[in-house]
T-cell receptor, first 114, second 116 residues
Framework: DTGVSQDPRHKITKRGQNVTFRCDPI?????LYWYRQTLGQGPEFLTY????????KSRLLSDRFSAERPKGSFSTLEIQRTEQGDSAMYLC????????????FGPGTRLTVT | AQSVTQLDSHVSVSEGTPVLLRCNYS??????LFWYVQHPNKGLQLLLK??????LVKGINGFEAEFKKSETSFHLTKPSAHMSDAAEYFC??????????????FGTGTQLKVEL
């Protein structure tokens, strides 16, 4: 399978702990996106990378959240001092630069903060 | 800011009957609109896209949507529902980001149930 992969698929953590998620985009896709989806809602944009540069961040991305894409390939999303409100599905998507519109989504990481 | 509103949170149809999932958009200029489908435990998949070409857009699995500027609508239809169509459907509008990337703004979703 050469689609977008995310790891882990599920994460349960206690409030106050730090968590890190990984996204591996489709090979050679230089654009990478993170979205968050809460129960009963559509995904919401969090941040966007073009190669290793983080070009946009949503105001939803508080200072407890940090995302990196150090070599322009995989990306990590870290949440520090997790809160119960962080419980959600975290989705990663990628696209090549010459495909203007379509984003290819991974299966997501479901985070539960207890 | 652009936005989309999905008018029904749940739609139930019988297998073999038509499907209509409604979406209205709000945009100050000609939008790029999409429908995505999300099956349980699977990633979001693009069904179809409107990008200011033909107003009637055909997608995968027999779905199509019509862009109506006068009604600010982009409803999704399928002539005959199949059990495998049961899923959550999202209407989506695009904003252009720095460097040419695309921020997708999703509606709240419509859960489609297909009954025998």
């Amino acid at each position: 399978d050469t689609g977008v992969s995310q790891d882990p698929r599920h994460k349960i953590t206690k409030r106050g702990q730090n968590v890190t998620f990984r996204c591996d985009p489709i090979s050679e896709h230089n654009r990478l996106y993170w979205y968050r989806q809460t129960l009963g809602q559509g995904p919401e944009f969090l941040t966007y990378f073009q190669n290793e540069a983080q070009l946009e961040k949503s105001r939803l991305l508080s200072d407890r959240f940090s995302a990196e894409r150090p070599k322009g390939s995989f990306s990590t999303l870290e949440i520090q001092r997790t809160e119960q409100g962080d419980s959600a599905m975290y989705l990663c998507a990628s696209s090549p630069q010459d495909t203007v519109y379509e984003q290819y989504f991974g299966p997501g990481t479901r985070l539960t903060v207890t | 800011a652009q936005s989309v509103t999905q008018l029904d949170s749940h739609v139930s149809v019988s297998e073999g009957t038509p499907v209509l999932l409604r979406c209205n958009y709000s945009s100050s200029y000609s939008p790029s609109l999409f429908w995505y489908v999300q099956h349980p435990n699977k990633g979001l998949q693009l069904l179809l896209k409107y990008t200011s070409a033909a107003t009637l857009v055909k997608g995968i699995n027999g779905f199509e949507a019509e862009f109506k500027k006068s009604e600010t609508s982009f409803h999704l239809t399928k002539p005959s529902a199949h059990m495998s169509d049961a899923a959550e459907y999202f209407c989506v509008v695009r904003d252009i980001l720095t460097g040419g990337g695309n921020k997708l703004t999703f509606g709240t979703g419509t859960q489609l149930k297909v009954e025998l």
